[in-house]
């Protein structure tokens, strides 16, 4: 079964820095997804960012990057200039690529305080 | 309305009780799940439906009775819970047969049971 780690229960980062949240997976599968979802106090999860195994380049979005090492089944998020409002819990999650996979797999999740 | 609804956001209820938690997605998506979340654990998947049909059950007790009467409504049936089922449930869904399935929450019903 699919397992997903992340080691840093609480992080934190100064307003404008850059904080990077671990994320670990154990697969034996060689296709499949990755993703980064943000749950604010108001507690809607929203997806951040999304990889797919098969692709080499780290995804993108805005302030927000991965570095996806598939080898070492690693998944990080990287927020450059960090702002108050990404102050949330993050989850790390992992979907296999077969059709009829519904199952996401998640991370216990790693709270992210930004220090004004 | 927007997005994944959840209702009620709140909820108490005693172990005798019957109620029932609502999910509407407003995204034309054809797939939709429960999950729960407890305090300094992983997000569970309890129930997946597709096209109107459950398609995973991950062994969830009987008091837990999901229905889902087309593919925008959701409905999570809850009778004789214990006090650990006191959790936040969440709703998401998501266009099976999508790239990604990317799933979309909704913001979660709070739930305590005395």
């Known amino acids: 079964a699919q397992t997903v780690t992340q080691s840093q229960p609480e992080m934190s980062v100064q307003e404008a820095e850059t904080v990077t949240l671990s994320c670990t997976y154990d697969t034996s599968e060689s296709d499949y997804y990755l993703f980064w979802y943000k749950q604010p106090p108001s507690r809607q999860m929203i997806l951040v960012i999304r990889?797919?195994?098969?692709?080499?380049q780290n995804a993108t979005e805005n302030r927000f990057s991965v570095n996806f090492q598939k080898a070492a089944k690693s998944f990080s998020l990287k927020i450059s200039d960090s702002q108050l409002g990404d102050a949330a819990m993050y989850f790390c999650a992992y979907r296999d690529s077969g059709a009829g996979s519904y199952q996401l797999t998640f991370g216990k999740g790693t709270k992210l305080s930004v220090i004004p | 309305e927007t997005g994944v609804t959840q209702t009620p956001r709140h909820l108490v209820m005693g172990m005798t009780n019957k109620k029932s938690l609502k999910c509407e997605q407003h995204l034309g998506h054809n797939a939709m799940y429960w999950y729960k979340q407890s305090a300094k654990k992983p997000l569970e998947l309890m129930f997946v439906y597709s096209l109107e049909e459950r398609v995973e059950n991950n062994s969830v007790p009987s008091r837990f009775s999901p229905e889902c009467p087309n593919s925008s409504h959701l409905f999570l049936h809850l009778h004789t819970l214990q006090p650990e089922d006191s959790a936040l449930y969440l709703c998401?869904?998501?266009?099976?047969?999508?790239?990604?399935?990317?799933?979309?929450f909704g913001p979660g019903t709070r739930l305590t049971v005395l």
């Open positions: 990889q797919e195994a098969y692709k080499q």
């Open positions: 998401a869904s998501s266009q099976d047969q999508g790239i990604y399935n990317e799933q979309f």
